[in-house]
């Protein structure tokens, strides 16, 4: 085992990095930028080595002086958490000829999924489900059109260095084709620096799941069930839970049949996510693969007791799942809540002092953050600031949990989501699992 880890993140999931391993009995070193120089990753770290200045380029993202810190501190291996450099090829790269274990995928893995193109061709080539449209890459725009009559309108044309919602376009009919061939090419070459495309038929309203996977290097692939994320507004996830009330104990085994055939298409070793859309008529689609540990991994902890951080570890030290499929079984209900300090009305992020800080507990809440009573979130980098994840015995006793934990969490001096949080996950349709990607437009235009 490792003995000691460089954590090359921050907020509370460098925090959440550094508990998995004060309990494997693994010393951490903490990175910073001047504008995190008070925050709780680096005070409850054992060692702590300021990168830079605020910005992401100058510290978080900036390579060299990761790896510097890990030279100096002598780390043996690197955890990325999530955003930052955790699905960069190049940074495991470099890992690996400093001689640090980089904890997640390998290299060539991390390219390959983050190529949604090359993950779309090796999925069909595999055999799991993928929505109809092209094979790789589009060659223009008549190739689109041929396609699209093929499988009929409306279709979306995808970015293949895209993912998270950037350079996409929906043709609806023949005449809008071309323009927004046009559009999604001019996006993804400014946006990603590669104009490359891709086209799927267009799924109306589907839902967002996904499943957790886990591999080690002596060649188990496990599964460890569904999220369900399709509560999300602009791309960006406001609430998630396990399991999802859409799948029947046979689409779940499908889904999970498909999860571990992808993830052993590209012998997948460490933990990752599977996405799927789920269409209206109950169809599940392979949409991309993400190489990393996300933000919503702790509801898939409550369901199934493992700590997936700490699964991370063990597996990138060489070790084995510490668990195998059939001991792995999901038990009651766990919803998340991400809370962001952010205006409730314009989404404007709102960074700031805390002046009051009071987070909920009692049974079944589990509250995932870097903030306190005296923190300043800094404007530089996302507004999440903490999860309010509920555990219930069944999806009414997490939700009830939710709602109690929603509106006793206190913070001031910040604007912040929580009032909004507490609003959906009230909401009939929420409450009766009717949900889809459509979920929050169709809830902001009820509120009015
Ligand atoms: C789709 C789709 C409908 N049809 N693909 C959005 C981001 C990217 N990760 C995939 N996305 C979508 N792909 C086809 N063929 C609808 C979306 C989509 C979406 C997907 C997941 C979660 C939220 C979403 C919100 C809007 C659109």
């Known amino acids: 085992m490792f003995r000691k880890i460089l954590i090359a993140n921050r907020g509370e999931i460098a925090l959440r990095i550094i508990w998995a391993c004060r309990e494997l009995g693994i010393k951490t070193v903490a990175i910073y930028s001047t504008a995190d120089a008070d925050s709780l990753h680096v005070r409850f770290a054992d060692e702590e080595v300021c990168i830079g200045p605020p910005r992401n380029q100058d510290s978080y993202l900036n390579v060299s002086a990761v790896i510097s810190a890990a030279e100096i501190t002598d780390a043996e291996a690197v955890h990325p958490g999530y955003g930052f450099l955790a699905e960069s090829a190049h940074f495991a790269e470099v890992c690996r000829e400093c001689g640090l274990t980089f904890i997640g995928p390998e290299p060539d893995v991390i390219r390959k999924m983050g190529d949604k193109a090359v993950a779309r061709s090796t999925m069909m080539e595999a055999g799991v489900p993928t929505i109809p449209g092209s094979e790789g890459i589009l060659d223009g725009p008549e190739h689109a059109a041929e396609i699209a009559e093929k499988i009929g309108y409306p279709v979306l044309i995808k970015a293949s260095a895209g993912g998270g919602g950037r350079g996409m376009r929906i ?57 369900e994320c399709s509560i999300q507004r ?150 999440m600031i903490a999860k309010v994840i509920a555990y219930g015995g069944t999806r009414g006793e997490a939700i009830l949990r939710m709602r109690r934990a929603m509106e006793s969490f206190v913070i001031e001096g910040i604007h912040t989501n929580v009032a909004l949080q507490r609003k959906i996950v009230s909401d009939e349709d929420f409450v009766r699992g009717r949900m889809s990607t459509a979920f929050m437009e169709r809830f902001l235009e009820k509120k009015g």
């Not at 090419?185 to 620096?193: H, M, P, Q």
């Not at 570890?313 to 991400?338: F, K, L, M, N, Y």
């Open 171 to 227: 043709a609806n009919d023949a005449d809008e084709l071309e323009r927004m061939y046009n559009a999604a090419t001019a996006e993804a070459g400014a946006a990603f620096g590669n104009a490359e495309v891709y086209l799927e038929k267009y799924l109306k309203n589907p839902r967002h799941i996904e499943f957790q996977v886990l591999g080690d290097t002596h060649g188990n692939i496990v599964h460890l069930f569904e999220r």
């Open 234 to 383: 602009r791309h960006q996830k406001l609430v998630e839970e396990s399991p999802s009330v859409a799948l029947d104990d046979d689409l779940r085994a499908r889904m999970a049949e498909a999860a571990i055939k992808a993830a052993r298409a590209v012998d997948y070793v460490n933990a990752g996510t599977i996405e799927f859309l789920l269409d209206e008529d109950k169809n599940f689609y392979f949409i991309e693969m993400n190489t990393r540990i996300q933000v919503e991994h702790p509801v898939t902890e409550l369901v199934t007791g493992i700590d997936i951080i700490k699964e991370m570890v063990r597996v990138a030290a060489g070790e084995p799942i510490s668990v195998t499929q059939d001991e792995i079984v999901s038990r009651g209900h766990a919803i998340e809540c991400r809370v962001n300090a952010e205006h409730p009305e314009t989404f404007v992020p709102s960074p700031g002092k805390i002046t009051t800080f009071h987070s909920p507990g009692g049974p079944g809440i589990r509250i995932d953050t870097h903030c306190h009573g005296d923190a300043t979130i800094p404007p530089f980098y996302d507004s």
